[in-house]
């Protein structure tokens, strides 16, 4: 027969396992079908990954809190937050030529100035919720310091954010320094987790579930452009997929469980540019200035409320951390661009819909649900309107 002990054993055992998995980027490998495989049609040709991470170098790493229910008690719970970090070139210190543009500046991303003034970006990009900012900040530059090992005279950590405050526990700002060491050194290539994920884990886009998002495109045949949201925005009214208006066909679906989004909610959206191309600063801010038509295509409107802010870097020219001298650089006319503002409209599109489609309904503060977007019915609606692919 089992002791009461053994029994209480194993039940600490089991929560413990449980706390870990909550934790653990093993469990945020991809489970759902992505919206391709789904039938949504999209323009252009992805990488293999159909991520970010399709540009050499590139790493994303995420680190998810999702604790506690019930009625919002500030500074305990519940928690719906995260962090997501993408590391350009790994694990290193190597600054890369950056660009920058707010379609809408209702929100904050630090160390945006010298992106602007500088062209460089010395760190990873970092994206969390809005109360998190200070504290990912900060450890940034701890992790470098005490995990990296490197001592850096000067660096301006950015980091963007989104407010998670309909689901999460802002006040509480529970992004602890843990959590971001958590998102960098668990930092990989490969498939990216999207959906309730990192950063993403409490944001809404267009009524539905949010969050996390990648795509990717090739530009020619030697180069590629990847995008990864945090979406965190929009209208269900105004959801548009593949110029199909699925929220005015869906509206109301749902509206029975919990407290919802109102519907007309403002929001925030960030993206992240990458690509492999040798761009100069000037041209990567054209790159970012790009990325609202993506988000147009999807019904986004850049609203009063809405931080809208992009950065975009190139994974090129090894001599962009030069601090003196005359340095030789490789770059691409302005004539050839092109073909990578078209991807990265086209991958801006796509990444938003992979955040909805891998999201799942949360409910957090106060029974305040989000309900997942219906990919039923979105394949019903797209097959309505003859632009479900077979």
Do not use: C
């Amino acid at each position: 027969m089992m002791t009461s002990t053994f029994r209480g054993l194993l039940l600490g055992l089991a929560a413990l396992g449980a706390v870990l998995a909550a934790h653990s980027p093993a469990v945020e490998a991809q489970a759902k079908p992505r919206a391709r495989a789904l039938g949504v049609p999209f323009s252009g040709t992805p990488g293999p990954l159909n991520a970010i991470t399709d540009v050499e170098g590139v790493e994303v790493g995420h680190a998810t809190i999702i604790e506690g229910s019930g009625p919002l008690v500030p500074g305990k719970g519940p928690v719906r937050t995260g962090v997501t970090a993408v590391l350009p070139r790994g694990k290193v210190w190597e600054p890369v030529f950056a660009g920058w543009f707010a379609g809408n500046g209702f929100g904050e991303m630090t160390g945006a100035p010298w992106v602007v003034e500088g062209g460089i970006l010395g760190g990873p990009v970092m994206i969390t919720g809005t109360y998190s900012v200070g504290a990912v900040r900060d450890a940034v530059n701890s992790w470098f310091h005490e995990e990296l090992k490197r001592e850096i005279p000067w660096h301006q950590p950015v980091v963007g954010e989104t407010s998670d405050a309909f689901l999460n526990d802002g006040i509480g700002q529970h992004v602890k320094k843990a959590h971001v060491f958590q998102a960098l050194n668990t930092a990989r290539g490969g498939a990216v987790a999207e959906g309730n994920v990192g950063g993403g884990t409490g944001m809404v886009v267009h009524g539905f579930k949010g969050g996390i998002g990648t795509s990717s495109r090739r530009v020619g045949d030697r180069f590629v452009l990847g995008v990864l949201v945090q979406a965190n925005y929009g209208t269900r009214e105004a959801l548009t997929i593949a110029g199909v208006p699925i929220g005015r066909e869906i509206v109301g679906a749902d509206r029975t469980r919990g407290n919802q989004p109102p519907a007309d909610r403002d929001g925030s959206i960030i993206v992240v540019v990458a690509t492999d191309a040798p761009l100069l600063p000037h041209q990567l801010e054209r790159l970012a200035r790009r990325v609202p038509m993506g988000i147009a295509r999807m019904g986004g409107i850049a609203s009063n409320g809405s931080g809208d802010i992009f950065i975009a870097f190139s994974t090129a020219n090894r001599g962009a951390a030069a601090e003196t001298g005359v340095t030789p650089i490789a770059w691409l006319p302005n004539g050839d661009l092109t073909p990578f503002f078209q991807a990265t409209v086209e991958a801006t599109e796509e990444a938003i819909v992979n955040a909805m489609v891998a999201a799942e309904t949360m409910t957090g503060i106060n029974g305040n649900t989000v309900p997942a977007l219906p990919t039923d019915q979105l394949r019903a609606i797209l097959k309505k309107y003859n632009r479900l692919v077979p």
